[in-house]
């Protein structure tokens, strides 16, 4: 499971490249899917993927979290 959330991680990096890292990128991205999921409910769309996407991504924001957080401690020589 750690390697996918690996993957998901610097995928949605690539997405939002000026994310400090790939926890953030993930939660803005989260972000934006969140409103485009309001705007196609409001509108009367089909938000169906947008809504399996926006819960598989946040399925791993913890994972991904833990990740970042373990990165940062290594990068910082704490341990």
Known sequence: ???LARVVGNMIQD???????????IDRYCAMLY???KLKD???IDYENDLELYLFL??????????V????LK?????
Do not use: F, L, V
């Not at 997405?15 to 990128?25: G, Q, R, V």
């Not at 946040?58 to 990740?67: C, L, T």
């Open 1 to 3: 499971m750690e390697m």
């Open 15 to 25: 997405i939002i490249p000026d994310a400090e890292n790939p926890y953030e990128a």
């Open 35 to 37: 409103k485009r999921i």
């Open 42 to 44: 409001n509108a009367g």
């Open 58 to 67: 946040n399925g791993y924001r913890s994972k991904i979290a833990e990740i």
């Open 69 to 72: 957080h373990r990165q940062t």
């Open 75 to 79: 990068e910082r020589n704490i341990k």
